[in-house]
Structures are given as structure tokens and as C-alpha cells.
């Protein structure tokens, strides 16, 4: 089966097709980093114009590096949230304007859950049930995977997520957009335990509840820096990179894995722009080894926001025959594991 996947759910307008869920055969990403690199983060109006301009052409793109017509395809599948509001509507305008005119199932698909499927994707052999990590600049998420089409919520942050709290504190170092690659790139050459940042204790939580939080973080660097400029004191920023990222890195780990434990999967998939930092798969890796978990993550092309991944998860949700009516909208704050925008 061949399906299309748009996405377009923030500032990267993409296509790709994909065969029976697993095999890529093309997969176009246009990115709007430049664009929105003057203003220090993505300008929704502007996104949302940009994919006016550039979805046809990639769509065209997609089919053609892929040697597939319109005709051909079992389906299309869309990005109908969460995201920016503007640029969901325009993939889903025109996912469901080429369904219609070509006569094709349309597939409603999550992006967080999406997301997970880069991991499909990249490794032939994996199946659920397994503990998704998804991380980025919107989200960071624990979800249980127990089917293809079964998503559990365990955790989630309750303010920045951790891409975000990337760029947040990249800002007050003076790094420019987007900021998570580089305090990567100036944590190389920094000493990670010159600072000791606090975590966040979310003691109040049950047990079972495997919430994030990193505004305490971001603003413990903040006024770190800030107390050192009124004390006089030299700062290292390339320490203060390091040190900041050490404490996301294994506060991820340490969520990832004791949820894990706790809900008994021996598998954890990560997934998300974040993904793409090696510092967060080399400590993710240290303490799934250590507990005897194995870890999957996909090439970093994957990580960022794609249309394979959509494709991909487009198929399950076909085969399972939950495909979405001409009354698909846009769900800008569109929960994990719901499906009220699709039927059976």
C-alpha cells in the first residue's frame, strides 16, 4: 500500500511516500530556518504563508522522486495537530482537497504519535509494545506503545519542553536560532559539572505520573548568569552549556527508564527533534545499558518534523480502517491517544 504523508504542522512544509508503512521512497522536506532566524523563532503567519507558496511543489516532488502518481496511491495522510493552527490548516486543506479529487482515503494523524514512527521506519525488526521518549521544541512526552494504534499518556512536561528550554537559554547565552544545536556544538568544549543546576522535584506526583518540568532550570541559568555579571564574576558559557544540558540529558534518562521499569517494557524508542543531540543518546543509552533496555533511535533526517513519519503512521491507522470524513479540521491542542477526528 502507498500512502502520502503532508506535514506541515510548524515551520517545515513536507511530503513523502511511503510503501506498507516501513519502506521510503521519498521523503522532501522544505525548512523555513532561514526565514525565521531574523526574528529569533518561528513567526506563525509567516510559516503558515510559506507553506502556501511551497506545498504543491513538494508534494509534486515527493511523488515524483518516488516514481508514484496520485492515481496510485491506497491514501493521504495529514498532520492535523498538535501545531501551529495556520500551518495545520493549510496541509489539511490540501490533503483533503487532493483525497477528493483523486478519489483516495483521507487519514488524520497525530504529530506526536507520528513522531514515534521514525523508529518504525529505521528498524524493520521493531514492533510494540514499547515506551516512546518523544522530545522537542513543542513537547516532550512518555507514551506507552502498545499497539500501533494504542498510545498511552505517562508523562509530560508541564511547562517548557525540553527543545524549548534549548532555545530559551541559548537566547541569554547569545547563541542564535535555533538555539538547541548550538549549546550542543558550545558544550563540547565546556565542563559539565562546573555548574550544579537544579532539577525539578515533582514530589506531589503519584508515582505513576512521569511529568517533565525545565522552566526551573532555564530560569536557574538565568539568574546564574545574571548573579555572576553583578558580582563580576567571569562566565564560561561553554560551562554553562554543558552543565545545563547535562541536567536535561538525564533528567529525560531518568524519567525514560523508571517508567519503563515501572510499566515493564524492555524497549525504548526516542524520537523528536531533540533526538537529534548526541548528548541526549549518549545518556540515554548509559542508563538503558545499565538497566538492561534496549534503545532505538533513528537517524537524525527522522527526528525533525518529516512526512515520512505521518506516511507511516497514515498506514497503521488505514489498515485498522480509521480513516477521517471532509469535516477534518486542524486540533492545535489535540491530545495523545485520541481519535475524534477520525472514524471507523
Not at 545574571?226 to 560551562?239: K, L, S, T, Y
Request: hydrophobic share 45%; charged share 20%; glycine share 8%.
Amino acid at each position: 500500500m502507498l500512502i502520502l504523508g503532508i506535514e506541515t504542522s510548524c515551520d517545515e512544509t513536507s511530503a513523502a511516500v511511503v510503501r506498507s508503512g516501513r519502506e521510503l521512497l521519498s521523503n522532501v522536506i522544505s525548512s523555513q530556518i532561514d526565514i525565521h532566524k531574523i526574528y529569533g523563532g518561528v513567526v506563525p503567519e509567516i510559516a503558515s504563508r510559506k507553506h502556501v507558496e511551497n506545498i504543491m511543489l513538494i508534494i509534486d516532488q515527493a511523488l515524483t522522486e518516488a516514481s508514484v502518481t496520485l492515481e496510485q496511491l491506497d491514501g493521504i495522510a495529514v498532520t492535523n495537530g498538535p501545531g501551529l493552527v495556520g500551518a495545520l490548516l493549510v496541509g489539511v486543506a490540501v490533503a483533503k482537497t487532493l483525497a477528493f479529487a483523486a478519489d483516495k482515503p483521507l487519514i488524520a494523524a497525530h504529530h506526536i504519535e507520528s513522531h514515534v514512527f521514525a523508529n518504525i521506519l529505521s528498524f524493520p525488526d521493531l514492533h510494540p509494545s514499547f515506551l516512546a521518549l518523544v522530545v522537542s521544541g513543542g513537547h516532550t512526552s512518555l507514551i506507552a506503545v502498545d499497539d500501533y494504534n494504542s498510545y498511552r499518556l505517562l508523562g509530560q512536561t508541564r511547562d517548557d519542553a525540553a527543545g524549548e528550554a534549548f532555545d530559551k537559554v541559548a537566547r541569554v547565552l547569545g547563541l542564535p536560532y535555533p538555539g538547541g544545536p548550538e549549546v550542543e556544538k558550545l558544550a563540547l568544549n565546556g565542563n559539565e559539572h562546573a555548574i550544579d543546576f537544579p532539577r525539578a522535584r515533582l514530589k506531589s506526583l503519584p508515582v505513576t505520573n512521569f511529568d517533565f518540568s525545565f522552566s526551573g532550570l532555564k530560569s536557574a541559568v538565568i539568574n546564574y548568569l545574571h548573579n555572576c555579571e553583578q558580582r563580576g564574576v567571569e562566565i564560561v558559557i561553554a560551562d554553562v552549556a554543558a552543565s545545563f544540558q547535562r541536567v536535561v540529558c538525564e533528567t529525560l534518562a531518568i524519567n525514560a527508564v523508571s517508567a519503563s521499569k515501572q510499566f515493564g517494557y524492555s524497549k525504548i524508542v526516542l524520537a523528536g527533534g531533540v533526538a537529534a543531540n548526541n548528548k541526549v543518546r549518549e545518556t540515554l543509552q548509559i542508563y538503558c545499558k545499565q538497566k538492561d533496555i534496549e534503545l532505538f533511535v533513528p537517524p537524525a533526517v527522522l527526528c525533525t518534523d518529516n512526512a515520512a513519519m505521518v506516511a507511516s503512521r497514515g498506514y497503521y491507522s488505514l489498515i485498522a480502517g480509521k480513516t477521517a470524513g471532509w469535516d477534518l479540521n486542524a486540533v492545535p491542542n489535540y491530545p495523545i491517544g485520541k481519535n475524534d477526528n477520525t472514524s471507523e
